[in-house]
């Protein structure tokens, strides 16, 4: 297939034909990275832009591998420490990269849209690596990939997401992806912490986690943001625990195969039982895995759409 996208903003503007496209490129990205030499030429001379305004470990170090291990060069930028903190604009600043020949910018921006403003006004390729409460379509697609690779499709399955899904771009760039992937997605979490009309993303919605988890797949954990809540949205983190947290006793509802799944950074104890970390159900950290590979991915077809417009 040929893959013509210059940008990746969100879900919603892939085709399950793509999707499907960059899951199997991603696949082949892991064997890369389980070699011992874990570097091929690829990207050789390609520059890469990590654009940060909000914090992050997973997305950012793992760009920045991925970046790597394909051998491009790879420069990463904090909005604390550049020159947005005397006032510089988000698109002055993207335009200065753009001038250095930055071939793809990957941002992470707290308003929703900012990824889309820069792609529409930059000829480099844009990732967004999370915009405010919006998407987070490399998150979604490591899921949709570390899913189809333990369950062998993704097609049928019953997803279950759990938790703050009013600020959550996880769940919503999920949502659209395993929807579009042909599951069935469903939701739990608290009435304060449920948008009004997330059922037209594709979703069903309980305000009982057991009711969500019957039957399940995968249990999608998410965290509770509290960075982006104005109000308190729970009465105590005790409570939370209680009625909306995951633990052994309540995934036995679930189907005896079922996986764990959590976008992280997790709160241990808050939204997920400790008992998680070593279960065998968990795949967290091989989300963490199939990160990389992704990333690798997407770099590479980003890229390459890039230096096709770059000839033309
Ligand atoms: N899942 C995720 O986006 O993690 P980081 O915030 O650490 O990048």
Redesign the pocket.
Known sequence: MQFNKKDILDIASLSCEEIAFILDTADKMKEISQRPVKKVPILRGKTVVLFFYE??????SSFDIAAKRLSADSISLAASSSSISKGESLIDTAKNLQAMNADVIVIRHSASGAPHLLASQLKSGIINA?DGTHA?PT?ALLDMMTVREKKGRLKGLRIAIIGDIAHSR?ARSNIVGFNKMGAEVVLAGPPTMIPSGVESLGAKVFYDIDRAVEGADVVMMLRIQKERQKNFLFSTEREYAKVFGLNKQRLKRAKSDVIVMH???VNWGLEISPEFMESPGSVILDQVENGVAVRMALLYLVAGCTRNADTD
């Not at 914090?55 to 950012?60: C, F, L, N, Q, V």
């Open positions: 914090a992050s470990t997973r997305t950012r999370g987070h998150q996880v976008p992280g950074p």
